[in-house]
């Protein structure tokens, strides 16, 4: 017979129940399955017995609950986050990865909001024990342990651990997640007076709480043994605070101030900037410049052009390090470092082609989705199945000869679908041709075009382009880097990848490295300021924001600091992400107060097309259009326009599609 659990859980039984819940969700984290709320509040209400409605928990306690199952996930993963400092970016961006698996975290607490307790997202907590450069031996202590998420990366990278946190039931779950070390339950800001090891550590690795940070970096700072090392995220204001910097300096030196991306803590609940101070327990130095950082790449190169800490260890495993001194505005070199080696070995893939087997069988209102004329047994089927509309599946698709080029360590690893892969194969399909006509682009509105008689000076032909319209589970991000792959493999060096906001590049590099590549082969556009020339060969990614911004004074706009990075000749890949974000780019449709105008983004994406005229444009949206009129940023599929075209204009393909 089960017993009842009781009401009003004790302290101790709410601990007990939220590591119950952590040890639930670490196996779904394992599959790197997301955590939804309907997941999190039945597993929530499983293991107390009762609902949040019921009073049994409240969601922060959800929130603590899934962050405990992450230090699960890290520990399991132990031997990969070993290698932060041999890998610093990629390891970063592993932590990211696993640190969207959680839910973002919208409500708070009245305890939350009275001890301050902000959880360090995962990647900023590896930033923090990179800078910090703890390795095995070193004595660590986290101050404000928090749930872990600092503490459990600094022990697998061989810290010998300390960990305090002040709130109860958090200090409790420690207890149980860190069943090793010592656990200690004082307040912070008065730990060097109440610790018995205090003085003889060799780094402390901190996310204090804000309101009363002078305290608890001053008690930090007494806790290190001379030549230790404070790595601790503080807001970014504290870099301009002249009164705390000389406080500090009176018990170190200063020798980093490295700003983290905007809204790094969003996910967590806050949008302050953060950012990480690094302070050496030695004699005080020329303090260093504040370091913007875009991305995670660059925090990591950031950190790596840090001095070495005094009292650090021999390292096992050495990489090259970084070049370059800790400077205002240090920027990565752009070219990416590691893709040589994936695309060392590359091929043609061959597969056969079948006929189509027609329709399929019927899954509810749909049919069962399977490739119609390839068949190559390189590649694994999608692991859930796929299904499409009845109209679509009665329609035979055409039989394709063109042949990707990727890596052979990309096939060998069998990382790409063999639905996957049909969309590399009908894409190239489609890049292979140009369009029929001959077009003139208009050169103060580069939107748009006109049809002229071939021989006309200055007219150009367009490739035509490949529209991806896969729904949610089909992975239109691996499908896009495995045509970016093909690319890349055929010296086609160049690449832009854009889609709706910055957040999304670590989508774009998740799918790229999924397949083998390189965190560095993808770079952001905010890496350069406006006006700057980019340089190097790389996917720049960018967002439709960005790409229509104008050109200020003597700044010449973002659409055409990429088209002088291509060239007039370029003939790579362009990926519109989520495409339907230039829907209205030809203006015309019925709003709610007539017709609407022309969206600019929808213009600026446009015109890089039309400037471009040799790229291979890759359309991917699961929405495509609401309405026809949205489509007009998908002129190069060749439904209108040019002698061989199925409508003569674009009125007339609209006109029978509202006939319907």
Not at 177 to 187: A, K, L, Y
Request: glycine share 8%; charged share 20%.
């Amino acid at each position: 017979m089960n017993a009842m659990l009781p009401l009003m859980p004790t302290r101790s039984d709410k601990a007990a129940n939220l590591l119950s819940t952590a040890k639930a969700l670490a196996p779904i984290l394992a599959r790197s399955r997301p955590l939804d709320r309907k997941l999190l509040s039945s597993t929530m209400t499983m293991c107390f017995g009762l609902s949040d409605a019921e009073g049994g928990w409240i969601w922060k306690d959800a929130y603590d609950a899934s962050e405990a199952a992450l230090v699960m996930q890290v520990r399991r993963l132990g031997q990969q986050f070993a290698r932060l400092e041999d890998a610093p970016a990629d390891i970063m961006t592993l932590a990211a990865v696993q640190s969207a698996l959680c839910l973002t975290q919208t409500r708070r607490s009245d305890e939350q909001v009275q001890m301050d307790q902000f959880s360090t997202p995962l990647e900023l907590a590896s930033a923090c024990v990179l800078a910090a450069q703890i390795r095995p031996g070193d004595k660590v202590l986290e101050p404000s342990a928090g749930t872990g998420l600092i503490a459990i990366l600094a022990e697998v990278c061989g810290g010998a651990l300390s960990v305090n946190e002040l709130a109860a039931t958090r200090a409790d779950i420690l207890q149980g997640v860190f069943s090793g070390c010592p656990v200690t339950r004082h307040d912070g800001a008065y730990l060097h007076d109440l610790l018995p090891s205090s003085g003889s550590f060799d780094a402390v690795v901190a996310n204090p709480p804000f309101q009363h940070l002078d305290a608890h970096l001053d008690s930090a700072l007494r806790c290190l043994a001379d030549g230790g090392r404070l790595a601790a995220i503080v807001p970014v204001r504290a870099f301009n605070d002249a009164a705390l910097l000389e406080r500090l300096e009176a018990r170190g030196a200063v020798i980093g101030m490295i700003a983290f991306p905007s809204n790094a803590y969003s996910k967590h609940g806050t949008s302050v900037d953060t950012g990480l101070i690094v302070i050496d327990r030695s004699p005080v130095t020329a303090r260093p410049l504040i370091v913007e950082t875009f991305d995670l790449l660059a925090v990591a190169t950031a950190i790596q052009a840090l001095p070495e800490r005094p009292t650090a260890r021999p390292r096992l495993f050495r990489s090259v390090a970084s070049s370059g001194l800790l400077t205002a505005g240090a920027r990565l070199a752009a070219h990416p470092r590691s893709r040589s080696a994936l695309f060392a070995s590359v091929a043609p893939v061959d597969y056969a082609t079948k006929s189509w087997g027609g329709q399929t069988q019927d899954v509810g209102v749909f049919q069962a989705y399977q490739v119609g004329r390839i068949a190559c047994d390189a590649f694994p089927n999608h692991p859930s199945p796929l299904v499409e509309s009845s109209a679509m599946g009665t329609t035979s698709p055409p039989a394709p000869t063109y042949r990707p080029v990727l890596p052979a360590a990309t096939l060998a690893k069998r990382w790409i679908s063999l639905e996957q892969f049909e969309v590399a194969v009908y894409a190239g399909e489609a890049h292979s041709e140009m369009l029929p006509g001959w077009w003139v682009v208009d050169k103060d509105q580069p939107h748009k075009v006109q049809l002229v008689a071939d021989g006309t000076p200055e007219a150009v032909q367009f490739r035509k382009a490949f529209f991806v319209g896969d729904g949610t589970g089909v992975g239109k991000g691996t499908s896009s880097a495995t045509v970016l792959a093909d690319n890349f493999s055929q010296q086609r060096s160049r690449a832009v990848w854009i889609s709706k906001n910055e957040t999304l590049l670590e989508d774009a590099r998740r799918d790229w490295m999924s397949i083998g590549g390189s965190l560095n082969d993808i770079v952001p556009q905010s890496r350069w300021k406006q006006g700057e020339d980019i340089t190097g060969d790389f996917c720049l990614f960018t967002t439709y924001g960005t790409l229509r911004q104008p050109a200020r004074g003597e700044k010449k706009s973002r659409l055409k600091q990429i088209v002088e990075w291509l060239g007039p000749d370029f003939d790579g890949l362009i990926i519109f992400d989520e495409a339907h974000a230039m829907a209205n780019a030809a203006g015309g449709g019925e709003g709610a107060r007539g017709l609407t105008k022309p969206s600019l983004q929808g213009q600026a994406g446009l015109a890089l097309q039309n400037l471009l005229p040799k790229a291979r444009v890759l359309l991917v949206s699961a929405t495509g259009a609401t309405t026809p009129e949205n489509l007009a940023y998908a002129c190069r599929l060749g439904l209108w326009g040019g002698p061989d075209a199925p409508f003569a204009t674009r009125e007339a393909f609209l006109e029978v599609a509202a006939s319907g």
